[in-house]
């Protein structure tokens, strides 16, 4: 990550535009949560399971221990009945962990947060037609973490939602024998503007237990509208929108110097965009992770929704990462099976390539 909303498929007026502005029946699209691939091959465990190598999209305090500057780059494609992603891949999530000088630390990351692919139908005062959306969100983050002792760690920094979405119209009247009063096709070009909120989060590391929670504010922006008809005329609106906050929780143990196990809590508000409502809910996600020697790490897990973008979704995941060169390097891969509905399923497919640096010396 992660259905963001489902908007109402009614048209929504919004003055100068002829006909009324219309969102995709699809909202901003179907939402998958953030995370890497490491998480993502856990069930989405993250925010309590310390990472000595890479950012936690979850709780960046957990990677608070991470000794080596690394970068990281990964894709997913998808094999999906949710119309939205049509089994299209987004763009790739980014990450990039650098340690500093007095227990400091930089962490960033970029990644795609849904997608919108949909075809709809409009209807208006004196015509009708169909419009094309494609388009879809994403979420950065930047900040710092700090060791404030061997055990405990804090981080604090930025979350940002942006998105876009292009809608391509093709109107006719309902009387051929009348004139259209606008051109007959049109199309809107819908922009989120970023919207931050800020990013805390907190991490107890020993050698048994670990365990964290971060939390995100809510964030709010201008959502801005502009269409182009057939010609040289077009016409433009700004709207306010908000994303709800979030809350992050997990704990991990070490029950072997090979295994961990772990589990997450996730929950996010109610909400409210364009007149229509996701509901609140939350998720739980546990997972495990077995070092096997020679470099490689075996990792399976769980996660079920409660609300949110797929009420009553079920997800299994699994996943192997192989590093090289004593962790210098490492190649990550997962995959999930989500369903929910009476008859909806998702195949997930997740692959990552690390590479690291010491620039330190540590």
């Known amino acids: 990550m992660i259905i963001l909303n489902v908007l109402l498929a009614s048209v929504i007026s919004v003055t100068g535009f002829t006909p009324g502005f ?24 993250s925010a309590g399971v310390p990472d000595s ?31 939205a992603w049509s089994g299209a891949s987004a763009f790739p999530d980014i990450s990039v962990i650098m340690p500093l000088p007095l227990r ?52 604090v ?12 119209a093709s109107t006719s009247p309902d009387d051929p024998g009348t004139v259209m009063p606008v051109a007959s096709d049109y199309r809107d070009d819908l922009s989120f503007s970023p919207s931050w909120g800020m990013f805390i989060g907190t991490f107890m590391n020993t050698e048994f237990l670990s ?7 809510d964030r709010s922006g201008n959502m801005e509208i502009q269409r182009d008809y057939m010609g040289n005329s077009s016409a433009d609106s700004t709207l306010k ?10 704990v991990s143990a070490r029950i072997h110097p090979r295994f961990i196990v772990g589990v997450d809590y996730y929950a996010r508000k109610a909400l409210h965009l364009l007149g229509s409502t996701t509901e609140e809910g939350s998720y739980i996600a546990s997972g495990l992770e077995y070092s096997a020697g020679l470099g490689f790490h075996l990792r399976g897990g769980y996660r079920t929704i409660d609300g ?11 996943g192997i990462g192989y590093d090289i ?4 390097a490492s190649f990550d891969i997962g995959a999930s099976y989500e369903t929910w509905g009476s008859d909806l399923s998702e195949t997930v497919v997740f692959a990552s390539i690390r590479t690291s640096e010491n620039w330190l010396g540590r």
């Open 22 to 45: 219309q969102p995709p029946s699809c909202g901003i699209g179907a939402e998958t949560a953030g995370g890497g691939v490491r998480a993502f091959s856990m069930g989405g465990v």
């Open 53 to 83: 190598a890479m950012i936690s999209g979850a709780n960046p305090a957990a990677s608070a221990w991470a000794v080596n500057t690394g970068l990281s780059w990964g894709t997913k494609v998808r094999e999906t009945d949710d119309t």
């Open 104 to 155: 400091l630390q930089f962490s960033a990351f970029l990644s795609n947060r849904s997608r919108i692919n949909a075809e709809d139908s409009i209807v208006f005062d004196g015509g009708s037609g169909t419009v094309n959306w494609t388009g879809g969100s994403g979420e950065s983050y930047l900040g710092l973490t700090t060791r404030a002792s061997d055990h405990l760690s804090f981080s």
């Open 157 to 168: 920094g930025g979350k940002c939602f942006f998105g876009s979405a292009m809608g391509d």
């Open 211 to 217: 365990a964290g929670v971060s939390i995100v504010t």
């Open 241 to 250: 929108y908000s994303i709800p906050g979030e809350l992050y929780a997990g």
């Open 308 to 318: 949110l973008w797929r009420d009553g979704g079920s997800r299994f995941s699994g």
């Open 325 to 328: 060169a004593g962790g210098k």
